[in-house]
């Protein structure tokens, strides 16, 4: 990250010690992450299959003008989900 008095990070450690945790703490941390003013929520996971709850929360985000960054490949394969 690139030090710059004009932006705030706001860290937030949402698996456990082995790697791993529930979508509802994920999106727990995404609205926290929100509510604390948050415009880009960068996340590097791999999880299952589309969930409507899922999609209703990150349309609701946007809404909020958050934008959320997921990598993809985490899961060593070049399956499309």
């Known amino acids: 990250m690139i030090p710059d008095p004009n932006v705030c990070y706001l860290i ?12 509802s703490t994920l999106l727990s941390a995404m609205k926290w992450a929100a509510s604390q003013g ?5 996340l590097s996971l ?8 899922g999609a209703k ?6 809404k909020q003008n ?5 990598s ?6 070049t ?3």
């Open 57 to 62: 929360f990150f349309a609701s985000l946007m």
């Open 46 to 53: 791999g999880g299952a299959a589309y969930t409507l709850s």
């Open 79 to 81: 399956e499309y989900r």
């Open 66 to 70: 958050v934008m959320v960054v997921g």
């Open 72 to 77: 993809a490949g985490n899961e060593g394969t």
């Open 12 to 23: 937030a450690r949402v698996f456990g010690d082995r790697g791993s945790a529930t979508f």
């Open 38 to 42: 948050a415009s880009v929520v960068n």
